[in-house]
């Protein structure tokens, strides 16, 4: 246990504790937002020695928890804190396992009946706070983070550590997503989100029981048919707001993270029409490389300006980025190729000098229809039975998303090995991830081929890359960052808006809709942008050459998860092609091998 606590170090930068009875032990990491005294401090005992002892550790933050504190009080229930954790084992104790009914906010949560022997996991409706485990011999290993169980079966040879192949193939074919509850090593997993498991005597086979408690409908509600544009656009908005005024609770400052885009703008916009003044906002740029843009401050400037904050921009040379690599890869819970995550991972090690909280416009364009997918998505035909034709959903979403196909140049079976490659196949030797795409595209409840795409990308990729590497970043430098597009009120509230008024004005017509009424429009409309890492997209230099050491050294060989012809034509020309979502190809599998040996995994 001690050594999966001195991993997590980073990410609870403020204290330390740990619980032990019999075969249950906790240890916690805090990072202080709320309530910064002792009272505060995890793992959380309440009623201590008592018939009815109940204990808990948690990461996140529960935003509604002064209400919910009210509530209870008015309940019976007594405290002793101001902090949100003791809000939860009280909310655990009046509604038992439908306490996540009442959270609103991010969370990894588990909590231990003592004299049971109960243990209760629960995972926010997201996916925002990650919440990773690891079974051998009967006994069950949980983190915060992979590589925490990493350590812990290094030390102890328990932990099965071999990739797993179906993990593998999804994140060749879907820009690095794994999907819950896989990762990439057999013997680790990950609870899925809106899920709560229950450990306890009589639960079957699995020794546990899951319930999927939030689940919103991606269909028209019957008692909005005769709203108007403008009729979404108010609703939109105002649950905007709440989301944005509910990640104000902190006991410390909190500031937002300032891309430039629309999303973050308007959370700065937002925030000033809320009667914040000088808030603290953070921006970031890069060198140019193979004729890309590095930095988009003209226009973070705009609004830093307009709103008169306190705004920090931070340039990154080209050296300081093959630095900084090392630090970004141990950061990564599970690899992830998005080349944006060293981008997040250097602002956040400035900005946690700076301040403790901040929010970030993550999650809007898989809320809100922003990505080039989406569009295509609308042409898919109906079905004869009133639906939509899966397979040509599913053939029109890899076609835009997928980094390869099964065959051909640069396809699956050029790239892999065929040992590997066998494993990788679903039931009945389909591609495991155009499978997993048309199950979940096919699933009841979404009333269009774009309603699916936007309900499938919330709940897998949304929070196995953008999500995920926020968390990551974020916290391997003690900074808590907060995602209000993410509110599970507006989440629950899009997904129920007609995709038109999602696609209209070249996508996010909504959000655009109200960012017109507060933000400036020349960054509503100029083209849109990610967040640029021109040196991880054309590979020269020192980046390039960490990527051929990691793929040639003696681990990567005997690991033989990649063709050797194919590693070297790719390493012939690492920039000859990049991936439909204009990702470099060699990049990919360098990072994945970067990230095994930075973790030891062998």
């Known amino acids: 246990m001690r050594c999966m606590s001195e991993v997590l170090a980073p990410r609870g930068p403020d204290g330390s504790g740990e619980w032990a009875r019999g075969p249950v032990a906790l240890a916690h990491r805090r990072l202080a937002i709320i309530d910064l005294s002792e009272a505060g401090a995890q793992p959380m005992v309440d009623g201590e020695g008592s018939d009815h002892e109940l204990v808990a550790v948690f990461n996140g933050c529960i935003y509604n928890y002064p209400q919910l504190r009210e509530e209870l009080a008015g309940k019976g229930h007594s405290f002793r804190s101001t902090s949100d954790t003791e809000v939860i084992l009280k909310a655990y104790r009046q509604w038992g396992d439908d306490f996540v009914d009442h959270l609103v906010g991010m969370f990894a949560v588990v909590l231990h009946e003592p004299r049971t022997g109960r243990v209760v996991m629960a995972r926010d409706r997201l996916g925002i706070k990650p919440l990773y485990l690891a079974e051998s011999a009967g006994a069950v290993r949980f983190a915060s983070s992979l590589p925490a169980l990493v350590a812990a079966g290094r030390r102890d040879g328990t932990l099965d550590t071999s990739i797993d192949p179906v993990a593998l193939h999804h994140y060749l074919s879907w820009h690095a997503v794994v999907p819950a509850p896989r990762t990439m090593l057999r013997g680790v997993r990950k609870l899925p989100p809106a899920t709560v498991r229950v450990y306890e005597p009589g639960c079957g086979a699995d020794g546990f029981r899951d319930r999927v408690y ?46 430039g885009g ?3 703008s308007l959370i700065v916009g937002l925030l000033a029409e809320e009667g914040q003044t000088g808030l603290s906002t953070f921006s970031i740029g890069f060198d140019s490389a193979g004729g890309h843009e590095g930095d988009e401050f003209q226009y973070s400037d705009i609004i830093a300006a307009r709103y008169g904050t306190d705004h920090h921009k931070i340039a990154v040379d080209s050296p300081s980025l093959v630095d900084a690599l090392g630090h970004t ?17 250097l602002l956040c090690q400035q900005v946690a000098k700076e301040i403790r909280v901040v929010q970030s416009g993550q999650g809007a364009d ?19 039975g009133g639906g939509f034709d899966v397979e040509a959903a599913t053939a029109t979403y890899a076609r835009a998303f997928f980094d390869r196909g099964p065959d051909g140049p640069g396809g699956m079976s050029w790239l892999v090995g065929d040992g590997v490659l066998e494993g990788m196949l679903a039931e009945g030797g389909a591609d495991a991830s155009r499978a997993f795409v048309a199950s979940h595209l096919a699933r009841a409840g979404a009333s269009t081929a774009v309603d699916a795409a936007l309900r499938l990308d919330t709940e897998i990729m949304l929070v196995d890359d953008p999500v995920k590497r926020v968390d990551n970043t974020s916290m391997s430098w003690g900074l808590e960052a907060r995602v209000p597009f993410l509110d599970q009120d507006l989440v629950t509230l899009a997904a129920q808006v007609p995709p038109e008024l999602k696609l209209a004005d070249g996508g996010k017509g909504i959000l655009k809709a109200i960012g017109r009424r507060t933000i400036p429009t020349e960054v509503i409309d100029r083209p849109k942008g990610y967040f640029p890492v021109p040196a991880l997209t054309h590979l020269e230099g020192g980046v390039l050459d960490l990527v051929r050491d990691a793929l040639t050294s003696e681990a990567a060989r005997s690991r033989g998860l990649f063709r050797p012809s194919a590693v070297s034509e790719l390493l012939a020309a690492p920039n000859a092609e990049l991936t439909p979502l204009r990702g470099n190809r060699l990049w990919q599998l360098g990072l994945l091998e970067l990230w095994l040996q930075t973790h030891g995994v062998r």
Not at 332 to 343: T, W
Request: hydrophobic share 45%.
């Open 214 to 259: 939030w689940q919103p409908s991606y269909e028209r509600d019957p008692a909005k048919a005769g709203w108007s544009a403008r009729d979404w656009e108010d609703a939109v908005e105002e649950a905007l707001r709440t989301a944005v005024r509910r990640r104000l609770v902190a006991d410390v400052p909190v500031g937002v993270l300032l891309s």
């Open 262 to 264: 629309l999303d973050s």
């Open 329 to 345: 890869v141990g950061a990564m819970s599970e690899p992830m190729v998005s080349h944006d995550v060293v981008a997040f991972d």
């Open 366 to 384: 898989e809320v809100f229809a922003g990505y080039h997918w989406y569009p295509p998505m609308a042409h898919v035909e109906r079905s004869p």
